[in-house]
């Protein structure tokens, strides 16, 4: 157990919607981190968080945003949905705000568009 | 730009055997680089990790060195079990470009008795 939690695990919609994906950090963790996993694209890095703060951006659709609140919880969300936004979606979370800092990675939110 | 190149899959190998995988990056900067291992159903744990040119990363049996010159962190297991059938990945961070995380392709590991 890497003591991120993400829900929901998994979650299926329709094209054209929005969805929201959320995590909670491992405590004391400041960082977090999102990815999309998918068969074609491999892992891809999307965004981090540190503290409240945006630290880094990836390869983050204009469609998709994230935030993270006070209590360091994040959400990422994801609108006007299209069937290639189907992935596995990771939320990782690490001490502080450096990447080579390890990440622990929950175990992800399988989103299906139908 | 950044990139982490790894050893196409997927690997099968009899319990026992010797494991290399391979992984070569690419990085503006001075990069950390990293192991990661996926097992079925699971998120992504790291394995090993490693800052700086020479250093070793080891965990569980497993070793990867840091190479500068060759740019790469080759994954090595002098004897592998089945409980290590898993997708490896190898990963970089790079302060030089804004602290992304780049993850190579992921390598399927099957472990037979």
């Known amino acids: 157990d890497s003591g991120v939690t993400q829900t929901p695990k998994h979650l299926i919609t329709a094209t054209g919607q929005r969805v929201t994906l959320r995590c909670s950090p491992r405590?004391?963790?400041?960082?977090v981190y999102w990815y999309q996993q998918s068969l074609d694209q491999g892992l891809q890095f999307l965004i981090q968080?540190?503290?409240?703060?945006?630290?880094a951006k990836g390869n983050i659709l204009e469609r998709f945003s994230a935030q993270q609140f006070p209590d360091l919880h994040s959400e990422l969300n994801l609108s006007s949905l299209e069937l290639g936004d189907s992935a596995l979606y990771f939320c990782a979370s690490s001490s502080g705000g450096q990447t080579y800092q390890p990440q622990h990675f929950g175990d992800g939110t399988r989103l299906s568009i139908l | 730009g950044d990139s982490v190149t790894q050893m196409e899959g997927p690997v099968t190998l009899s319990e026992e055997a010797f494991l290399t995988i391979n992984c070569t990056y690419t990085?503006?900067?001075?990069?950390?680089l990293f192991w990661y291992v996926q097992y079925p159903g699971e998120g992504l744990q790291l394995l090993l990790k490693?800052?700086?040119?020479?250093d070793k990363g080891s965990n569980k049996g497993f070793e990867a060195t840091y190479r500068k010159e060759t740019t790469s962190f080759h994954l090595e297991k002098g004897s592998v079990q089945v409980s290590d059938s898993a997708v490896y990945f190898c990963?970089?961070?790079?302060?030089?470009?804004?602290?992304?995380?780049?993850f190579g392709t992921g390598t399927s590991l099957t472990v037979i008795p």
């Open positions: 490693a800052t700086k040119a020479d």
């Open positions: 990963a970089l961070s790079d302060q030089n470009t804004g602290n992304q995380f780049y």
């Open positions: 405590s004391g963790d400041l960082s």
């Open positions: 990085a503006t900067g001075y990069p950390s």
């Open positions: 968080y540190y503290n409240g703060e945006e630290r």
